[in-house]
Each structure stands twice: as structure tokens, then as C-alpha cells.
């Protein structure tokens, strides 16, 4: 950071600073007239003109001709000696003497963040940029400790560590995450995370609330209260009541959003490089949000050809061409996300076991279906056919397009958010068709089965 200060200073500030070290103006004014006078006061025998004693302490002697000849030499080598001594005054006092501090750019700041400092992770991606400061909320331990109640209710298990529940003093929820150590790898996420997620706000991005870094690092993110969209197509309690076509589409269309966003809306542009349904979290109202930015990068740092780091991702959500290139475009979240469309649709996890005990990828698994002409075979029973078989037919068309190989073949994901409200148009018209029909029944789709074997017209 020290570094980022020094070549953010403006080099007319050092300068400035460095007249402010030394004396007076006035001081040296006086001292530079002297210089130019030379030696005016001797040769005009002013009173002011003290001549020097002579040896042994005797009165000097009176004024001949020989001895003004050596008061004027004997005045040019004091006039001479005494600028010589100015000047050295001059350069002590701009080299040593203590420098103001310079005042900081109000944009750059430090936070304190375990020896790391936020802006190092930028040094290349936004070069000779000031960090704005962190818009969140430092708790103390103690804080963190009565916030879950002594970390009482566990809501769930990540990479990152266990995460709680806990209320702030306000009153508010919140999900609080703890990292399980605070090496190395831990505390990069962490700054990362921080960093991101306090820039960046929209409605379809979990908001991060506060953070700790004490005894363990932190984060503290706003409650979703219904939890990931993993545990509600895919927890036995939440299979119970399955989540209907029309949520599930309504769900997937705030997530495309949210993703559209990180791709094209904000400042940098993030590739999140770890899309799945344990991500995608919902709120009191089922509305989606995308979480986990930990392992996110900025879109430029990619883009300038810096190699990337690692590869990142889970099992069974990362593009194929992505691990054999390690070239990280937006194309590798639109992989991610056509494995969570079949997901949506098959109510299949990412790698699944089939009738045969055998492990199975979900995206092989659909496209041999729907290439077959029938996807009969991978929409979810638990929808027990209430959905418009349109609007399950258009899903699947974006899902193939987006794991399509080579990945310039995908659509972006404005495409896919833009394609994915079209389908929830057809669906709401469909539901509003059947209300119309069936003015006292629940909607029942129209989804028999027969119809299921549907041209699908491709999105690209
Ligand atoms: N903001 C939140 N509100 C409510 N529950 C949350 C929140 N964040 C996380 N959880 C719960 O905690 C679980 C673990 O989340 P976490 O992000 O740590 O791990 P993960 O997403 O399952 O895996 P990974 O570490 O690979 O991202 C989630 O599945 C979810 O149930
Ligand atoms: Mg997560």
C-alpha cells in the first residue's frame, strides 16, 4: 500500500513540501541580499562596520590604506564564508528536518485486513486507482460471539467454514460465516470477499453486512431465510413440497439477472467462476440471490492475459473447456449456469447417481435426451406435469446452448436473461389460460406427457 501512496503523490506535493521544510522565505531572502551585496558595508566605512581586533586581543589599529586593502579581503572571505554557511543551513534543514505528513487522497484507504491490504489485489487489475473506503460494518469478536448466540445455530458447512445464524443489535438476521482457520488461502478469500461485495449492490446479489477480523475471520451477510436453492430442489424435508415450474423459473430469471449484472454492470466486471444451486440463496419472498464471491476475480485482470491463478469451480458445474484451456472468459459461468437449468428442470443434482449405481453427468445425461427429440426422461416427477411443456422445452434449448463446445457457440448471459423472461411470459399466459378454463382448479399444466416430445427451435 505504501507503494500505491508514494505513486499516487503528486510530484508537485513533494515538492511543495520540501520549500515548507526549510526556513523561512523571508530567512533566506535575507540571506541571498547578502550574497549579492558582497561586502558594501566595509568599503563604505559605515559605523556598522566593526573591524576585527587585532591579535592578542589589541584594539585595532587605525585605518591605513594597507589595512583597508585587508579589511576588504578579510570582508569578501567573511561575506563568502557566511553564504557558504547559509547555504549549508539551507540544505540540512530540506534534508533532515521532519516532513509534514502528506495528506491522503480521501479516496485511498487502508483498511486493516490481517496484514493484507486491500488495494494489493488490485495493483494490477485498476492500476493508479484509489480504493474507495469499505462501505461495511467491523465487528468485534464479542460482537460476533453475542450476534449467534454463542454460535448456537448452524446453518450450514462451506469451503469458507461453518456458517450461523445470528441478530444484530439492531434486530436484523443474519448469516454469519466463520472461517474454519486463518491461513493464507483464507484470508486472500476473505479480503477478496470483503473487497467485492462491500462495492457492489444489487437486488439480486447477497448484501454483506459487516466482517471481523479478529481471533478468526468473518463475514457477516444478510439473512435468506429459505436457504439455497440446492436444499429446496434437492433436501428430503424441502422434497416434500417441490418447488412448482413457475418458482422455479422465476427463480432462475433473478439469477440470470444477478449474473448478467456481474458480467456487464458493474465496476469491475466479475466472472464468479463458482455458479451452483448451494449459490443461488432465497429470501422470505423466494426471491434469488447469488452468493459466494470468495473465489471471484475481476473481469480485466483476465482480460489483460495475466495468467490465471487456479482453476476454481465444482465438480460437475465446470466447463470442460475451461480445464483443459485454463482461459477464464464470462463463458465459464454460462457453462455453470445451462448445469443449473438441468438441474431446475430434472430436479437431478450436477453429478447424480442412475439406475445403475452408476455416476452420472447431468449435462450428458440431458443432451442425449432432448437430442432424442423427448425429454420426457429428465423433467422432474415431483412437478407431476404442472408446467407448460413450451416453457420446459425453451428451458432446455438455453441449457444446451449454454454448455454448447466451443464455448464462443454460448449465448451471453443478457441473451440467456432476456430468453429466460420470455419462457416465464409463456408460462404466466399459459397459467392464466388454464385459470380461465379451470376457474375453480389449481393449474394443472399442460404438460401430458405425449405432448413432451416437442421440436425445440434452438435460441441461437
Ligand atoms: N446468507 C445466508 N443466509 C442463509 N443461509 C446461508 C447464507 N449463506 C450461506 N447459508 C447456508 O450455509 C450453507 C453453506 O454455505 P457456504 O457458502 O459456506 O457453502 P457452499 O455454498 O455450500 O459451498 P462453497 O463453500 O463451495 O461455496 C448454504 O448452503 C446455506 O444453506
Ligand atoms: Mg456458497
Known amino acids: 500500500m505504501s507503494s500505491l501512496i508514494v505513486a499516487t503523490t503528486p510530484k508537485s506535493l513533494l515538492s511543495r513540501e520540501t520549500l515548507c521544510s526549510a526556513p523561512a522565505a523571508s530567512d533566506i531572502a535575507s540571506l541571498l541580499t547578502f550574497e549579492y551585496s558582497g561586502n558594501p558595508l566595509c568599503e563604505s566605512n559605515s559605523a556598522d562596520c566593526v573591524p576585527s ?13 594597507k589595512s583597508s586593502t585587508g579589511a576588504i579581503v578579510g570582508g569578501a572571505v567573511a561575506g563568502i564564508l557566511v553564504v557558504a554557511i547559509a547555504i549549508c543551513i539551507v540544505v540540512y534543514c530540506s534534508c533532515f528536518k521532519k516532513k509534514p505528513p502528506v495528506q491522503k487522497d480521501p479516496k485511498v484507504n487502508v483498511p486493516r485486513e490481517g496484514g493484507v491490504e486491500i488495494n494489493q489485489i488490485y495493483e494490477y487489475s485498476v492500476p493508479n486507482k484509489a480504493m474507495p473506503k469499505l462501505a461495511v460494518q467491523e465487528f468485534s469478536f464479542e460482537e460476533i460471539k453475542l450476534a449467534t448466540n454463542d454460535f448456537r445455530t448452524k446453518l450450514g458447512q462451506g469451503g469458507f467454514g461453518p456458517v450461523y ?9 443474519v448469516a454469519i460465516k466463520v472461517a474454519s482457520n486463518a491461513a493464507d ?3 486472500k478469500e476473505f479480503v477478496n470477499e470483503v473487497d467485492l461485495l462491500s462495492r457492489i449492490h444489487h437486488k439480486n446479489l447477497v448484501g454483506l453486512l459487516g466482517f471481523c477480523n479478529e481471533q478468526k475471520l468473518v463475514l457477516v451477510y444478510e439473512f435468506m431465510s429459505s436457504g439455497s436453492l440446492f436444499d429446496c430442489l434437492h433436501d428430503p424435508y424441502a422434497m416434500a413440497s417441490p418447488l412448482p415450474w413457475r418458482t422455479r423459473l422465476r427463480i432462475m430469471v433473478d439469477a440470470a439477472q444477478g449474473f448478467d449484472y456481474l458480467h456487464n454492470g458493474c465496476n469491475p466486471r466479475i466472472i464468479h ?6 449459490n443461488i440463496l432465497l429470501n422470505d419472498k423466494m426471491e434469488a440471490k447469488i452468493s459466494d464471491f470468495g473465489i471471484s476475480r475481476d473481469y480485466i485482470r483476465s482480460e489483460t492475459g495475466a495468467p490465471p491463478t487456479t482453476l476454481m469451480g465444482s465438480m460437475g458445474y465446470m466447463d470442460p473447456e475451461y480445464m483443459s484451456s485454463m482461459k477464464l472468459t464470462e463463458k465459464v459461468d454460462v457453462y455453470s449456469f445451462g448445469v443449473l437449468l438441468f438441474e431446475v428442470v430434472s430436479g437431478q443434482t ?3 447417481k442412475d439406475n445403475f449405481h452408476q455416476p452420472t453427468n447431468i449435462v450428458e445425461w440431458a443432451r442425449a435426451s432432448i437430442n432424442r427429440g423427448v425429454i420426457d426422461d429428465i423433467v422432474d416427477l415431483s412437478l407431476h406435469g404442472q408446467f407448460d411443456v413450451q416453457s420446459v422445452w425453451k428451458v432446455a434449448d438455453v441449457a444446451l446452448a449454454c454448455v454448447d463446445i466451443p464455448s464462443s457457440k454460448r449465448p451471453k448471459m ?4 432476456n430468453e ?3 419462457v416465464e411470459r409463456i408460462e404466466l399466459e399459459s397459467e392464466e389460460r388454464q385459470a380461465i378454463n379451470q376457474p375453480s382448479g389449481e ?5 401430458n406427457y405425449s405432448t413432451l416430445a416437442y421440436t425445440h427451435v434452438s435460441i441461437r
Open 165 to 173: 445464524k445470528g441478530c444484530l443489535q439492531d434486530g436484523r438476521f
Open 185 to 187: 488461502q483464507g484470508t
Open 273 to 278: 467462476r463458482d455458479i451452483k444451486s448451494s
Open 53 to 65: 581586533p587585532g591579535p592578542n586581543g589589541s584594539p585595532p589599529a587605525p585605518p591605513s590604506k
Open 350 to 352: 450436477a453429478i447424480f
Open 414 to 417: 443478457s441473451e440467456v436473461y
Open 443 to 447: 393449474f394443472r399444466g399442460n404438460s
Open 420 to 422: 429466460l423472461r420470455e
